[in-house]
């Protein structure tokens, strides 16, 4: 180490700028080296974190796979639950009662978000604000909130049906489509507005040939994201399909879902029941990441349509 | 009738295509009342919607409100003596998300981190995608998961190993049974573990490379430059990501109450089985007859769950305002959409 005292009297100023860079490279290597050491054990815990989050998600993705992957067949993807111990066991119908809940579910809430969002882009205003407000606060709200609000509306007046659950996965997609749709026409310039008013044209031609159509990748996107993350909901579901043991294709009868399908066989003490809880996880959680996939795959195709 | 010269390199695009297609529609119909009601039929829609939403849960709990009265916030559930508070069920939302929390955020801020910032290319690229798919994984399998196979694991290695450590086994004394507060804190932080990773690295790959080149410039490290460049400049979207990562832990009904044990005496270990709001609402909701108090009661839970999640939402957004001149705070939408949207 270097005497951090050094006595500059009587020395030429060559020396003494000497001394003072040997002083500063001597202190700047020490730090260096300290600030290097701190560096590495800094990145090796956040690699370690990084190895602590992967474990438990990779080791759940991977117990669900094989656990799941021996209770797949043909068979299980189209036959009806059988009772404990009977072979043949399938969840077709849970297949058809998710695919059918959440395809009039789209159907409710996509032309509501749609309009909805045309309203907040077109009437900026207290009226908006309000709307906007509502929306990040159904977000935010937990979904048994909104299968419980399905209840007490649909199910006390209808009885259980997989309307009532369409209704609650409606309005728990709703509020995302409205911020979707409103952030992809926001990203329509104005330009294009003004150059469609300037023509002289009506208000809902601009927007129907000019803003929509600019906008439908942002739009097509968040809608199926949407979709994903309401198709994997089980708390929505619970208290208002009531589930069936059956194909049911009317909407206005019980049904059944795949989501209620792992909760019910998952909380049996059966092994067949279980061995069924895990093969739906499986093609649930299959289905769901398709959907993400998919809603990239096709907002890259109609960006690079578009252009 | 007048046509529009095509583009100059001749390519078609959709909105000029678009503004053609106004010429030659132009006044071919009279009036723009049906888009005024379009527009106005939707919001008058989801207003609609929205207020039903509040109306009926006030109105089904109110009986509850009305005979508990405040006390409805501290009490405990005891239909046999005809008390309905959400005391307890509170604590236990309360526990499980702090556990959630404690475990998933310095875990996933690291991991969130080291993506963005101090790996290599060839680790962060396939394992960002990982963790981006991870986060569509439904709630109910994370459950599923957590019941079959980490109640055992926790029965019979994790918790009684928890119980010898010194001074932090106070927290957690009482028998190891598996389903338990502590349990579901862990599941709830897997589940929200891939939000937090995903949505903070997006902040962090948010801020400027001028600034990381600055960092550099004066000499700091990698670590250095993620320290106190990056993850300051961050902080905002850090934020929004772990009060969303929050909210789900709050909400979060299902897996909860398939790993929570579901006891309704107050929990004084974090081994003791409990049960959330979203757990206890599950579990009694099909249990209590339609018209009576009890099912008021539960509706009272949900109204109380609810008003948690809106409080934790508007505290997390004043939070994101407080700086003066910062742009708009993002929604939780918003945040959804950079994770899973194509920008990222």
Redesign the interface.
């Known amino acids: 180490m270097t005497d951090t005292t050094l006595s500059l009297e009587g020395t030429p100023p060559a020396t003494v700028a000497a001394g003072h860079r040997e002083l500063v490279r001597d202190g700047v290597q020490r730090r260096?080296g300290r600030?290097?050491r701190?560096?590495?054990v800094?990145?090796s815990?956040?690699?370690?974190?990084?190895c602590?989050?992967?474990v438990?998600?990779?080791?759940?993705?991977a117990?669900?796979v094989s656990r799941g992957l021996p209770a797949l067949s043909v068979g299980f993807l189209v036959h009806t639950p059988t009772p404990e111990g009977i072979p043949g066991n399938g969840i077709g119908n849970a297949i058809v009662g998710t695919l059918v809940i959440v395809a009039i579910a789209m159907a409710m809430a996509v032309?509501?978000?749609?309009?909805?969002?045309?309203?907040?882009v077109?009437?900026p205003g207290t009226?908006s604000t309000?709307?906007?407000f509502?929306?990040?606060?159904?977000?935010?709200?937990?979904?048994?909130?909104?299968g419980?609000?399905a209840?007490?509306?649909f199910v006390?007046a209808f009885g259980y049906s997989g309307l009532a659950g369409s209704f609650a996965l409606a309005?728990l997609m709703?509020?995302?489509m409205?911020?979707?749709d409103e952030?992809a026409m926001a990203t329509?310039p104005d330009d294009?507005w003004e150059?469609?008013l300037a023509?002289?044209?009506?208000?809902?031609?601009?927007?129907r040939?000019?803003v929509l159509?600019?906008a439908v990748?942002g739009i097509v996107?968040?809608n199926l994201?949407a979709m994903?993350?309401a198709?994997?909901?089980?708390?929505p579901l619970?208290?208002t399909i009531f589930g069936s043991q059956f194909y049911a294709f009317r909407p206005t009868s019980p049904m059944a879902a795949m989501?209620l399908t792992?909760?019910t066989n998952?909380?049996q003490p059966y092994a067949d029941a279980?061995r069924t809880?895990?093969g739906t996880?499986l093609v649930?959680?299959v289905l769901?990441?398709m959907l993400?996939v998919g809603?990239?795959a096709v907002?890259?195709h109609l960006?690079r349509?578009?252009? | 009738m007048s046509t529009i010269a095509p583009a100059a390199n001749g390519a078609s695009?959709?909105?000029v295509?678009?503004?053609a297609?106004?010429?030659a529609?132009?006044?071919a119909r009279p009036g723009?009342r049906?888009?005024a009601a379009?527009?106005?039929?939707?919001?008058a829609?989801?207003?609609g919607?929205?207020a039903?939403?509040i109306f009926?849960?006030l109105h089904?709990s109110s009986s509850a409100f009305a005979h508990m009265g405040i006390t409805i916030l501290w009490r405990g559930w005891n239909p046999a003596k005809n008390q309905y508070g959400a005391g307890v069920f509170a604590v236990g939302t309360l526990l499980t998300t702090l556990v959630a929390l404690v475990i998933a955020v310095?875990?996933?801020?690291?991991?969130a981190?080291?993506?963005a910032e101090?790996?290599p290319r060839w680790v962060a690229a396939p394992?960002t995608v990982?963790?981006e798919?991870?986060a569509?994984?439904?709630?109910?399998?994370?459950?599923?998961?957590g019941?079959?196979?980490l109640t055992p694991l926790f029965a019979r290695h994790v918790e009684p190993f928890l119980k010898d450590v010194p001074v932090l086994g106070a927290l957690f004394h009482g028998p190891p049974l598996g389903a338990s507060i502590l349990l579901a804190g862990v599941v709830l932080a897997?589940m929200i573990?891939?939000t937090i990773?995903a949505l903070s690295r997006v902040a962090m790959s948010g801020v400027a490379l001028a600034d990381r080149e600055a960092g550099m410039a004066l000499?700091a490290?990698?670590?250095?430059v993620a320290?106190r460049v990056v993850l300051p400049g961050a902080r905002r979207g850090i934020r929004a990501a772990v009060t969303l990562a929050m909210?789900r832990a709050?909400?979060?009904?299902?897996a909860v109450a398939?790993v929570v044990g579901n006891n309704t005496a107050f929990p004084h270990s974090l081994l003791a089985p409990g049960a959330t709001l979203?757990s206890a609402?599950?579990n009694s909701?099909?249990e209590a007859n339609?018209g009576t108090l009890e099912k008021s009661g539960?509706?009272a839970l949900?109204v109380v769950?609810?008003g948690i999640?809106?409080l934790?939402?508007a505290g997390g957004?004043i939070l994101l305002r407080a700086r003066k001149g910062a742009p708009p705070p993002r929604?939780?939408?918003?945040e959804?959409?950079a994770v899973?949207?194509?920008a990222s």
């Open positions: 260096l600030r290097r701190v560096g590495n800094a990145t815990l956040c690699a370690a974190a990084l602590v989050s992967l438990p998600l990779i080791a759940l993705v117990y669900v032309p509501v978000g749609l309009a909805t969002a045309l309203f907040v077109e009437r009226l309000a709307l906007r509502g929306a990040d606060v159904l977000t935010g709200a937990p979904s048994i909130a909104i419980v609000f209840y007490a509306t006390i309005v709703l509020p995302i409205l911020r979707a952030e329509v294009l150059a469609g023509l002289g044209s009506r208000r809902a031609r601009v927007v040939s000019v159509r600019s990748p996107t968040g994201l994903a993350r198709i994997g909901e089980t708390a619970i208290f989501p792992i909760y998952a909380t279980q809880a895990w996880a649930l959680m769901v990441v993400s809603a990239r907002a890259a960006n349509k578009a252009r | 695009w959709a909105p295509d678009g503004v297609a106004t010429l529609d132009r006044r723009g049906l888009y379009v527009r106005w039929g939707g919001a829609l989801f207003a919607v929205f039903l939403l009926v849960l089904e310095p875990i996933g801020l690291g991991t981190t080291f993506l101090l790996a394992c990982l963790v798919f991870l569509a994984v439904p709630s109910i399998v994370v459950g599923l998961w019941l079959i196979v897997i573990l891939p990773v000499a490290t990698r670590w250095q320290r909210g709050l909400g979060e009904a299902i398939m979203g609402i599950v909701f099909s339609p539960v509706v949900v769950l609810l999640s809106v934790v939402n957004q929604g939780p939408v918003e959804i959409l899973t949207g194509p």
